[in-house]
């Protein structure tokens, strides 16, 4: 090994994927090659990694530790009622409308909770904490940015009795959940972004003693750094816990395929999903229509 590489170690984690183990870090701790993240910049032509470049400025690598506990829910009634409100204020054209327009079910986005502020002009949907109290409100235009209800905390967005101890799949957003849900996999959370919720889905999967994990990630690099984080962190603190023996895995999403929406639109990817979903959890097909009602 070149003695201008280091390599990390569970004192020093690799900053790109965040493991322990395989990646190296540049002595001055200026580049990463990271063995599991692609960059644009393969390392050598020997399956060695990717190089990824920091900075030029006092960047520092994180310190492995486990993650802390969810602190105790604040009180939650405000949005509570809030999301109670918008989905009385939902009328069939305005989901039928978005559900068009995402390429979901009508019955998926209903699952999720999804309501209409007249207020903001804006679809709602609710975040959740992992008791399956509202944390807060994530709003969705017709037009514009999504933004949130002022005074909401960031939670997850998924259908709180559907969620089994045998199986529990991650995605990103409230569209990828709702979509995954369409194949008739309904224990789904939806993060709020690429790298959050991180201790809200370890809190979750520890009370729920989750079997199995699986993590699909948007298919751009954050998304996938995102995803071996959290995997990294799941498997940290399974040992010796209420997970115990539980397995984590990560299913990339095929060339060309942005995220698991844009994925379960294409009937021939739809197929490789969903099979890869019953490989991991033991559904058959028939389990799969059955959950839909077919």
């Keep these: 090994m070149n003695s201008d590489w280091k390599r990390v170690s569970r004192s020093r984690v690799c900053p790109i994927c965040e493991r322990p183990d ?9 580049a990463v090659i990271c063995a599991r993240v692609r960059s644009g910049q393969p390392a050598g032509n020997k399956g060695a990694g990717w190089v990824h470049k920091l900075r030029d400025n006092d960047w520092q690598p994180p310190r492995w530790r486990s993650p802390k506990r ?20 939902l009328r069939q054209r305005h989901v039928a409308w978005l559900a068009g327009e995402l390429g979901v079910s009508v019955d998926s986005l209903l699952s999720l909770g999804i309501g209409w502020s007249e207020r903001w002009k804006a679809f709602s949907f ?40 045998s199986f529990v799949a991650v995605v990103e957003g409230a569209s990828d959940a709702a979509a995954l849900m369409d194949l008739g996999f309904q224990s789904v959370l939806g993060r709020a972004s690429c790298r959050g919720n991180v201790e809200q889905i370890l809190t979750l999967a520890r009370r729920k003693r989750a079997q199995q994990v699986l993590i699909i990630p948007d298919n751009d690099e954050p998304g996938i750094a995102g995803s071996n984080s959290l995997r990294a962190n799941l498997e940290s603190v399974s040992a010796g816990s209420a997970m115990a023996g ?34 991991v959890c033991g559904w058959k097909p028939q389990d799969r229509k059955e959950s839909r009602g077919e």
Excluded at 22 to 30: K, Q, T, V
Excluded at 70 to 88: F, G, H, Q, S
């Design 246 to 279: 539980s397995m984590v895995q990560v299913l990339h999403l095929p060339d060309g395929v942005n995220d698991v929406r844009q994925c379960v639109q294409d009937t021939k990817n739809a197929e490789w999903l969903a099979g890869e979903l019953g490989k």
């Design 22 to 30: 395989w990646c190296l870090i540049a002595a001055d701790g200026s």
């Design 126 to 165: 609710p975040m959740r904490y992992p008791s399956g109290n509202v944390s807060g409100i994530r709003y969705r235009p017709i037009s514009g940015k999504k933004f949130s209800e002022p005074g909401s905390k960031d939670g997850m967005f998924f259908q709180p009795e559907s969620i089994e101890r």
């Design 70 to 89: 969810v602190k105790p829910e604040p009180p939650t009634k405000r949005m509570r009622d809030l999301a109670l409100a918008n989905c009385r204020a």
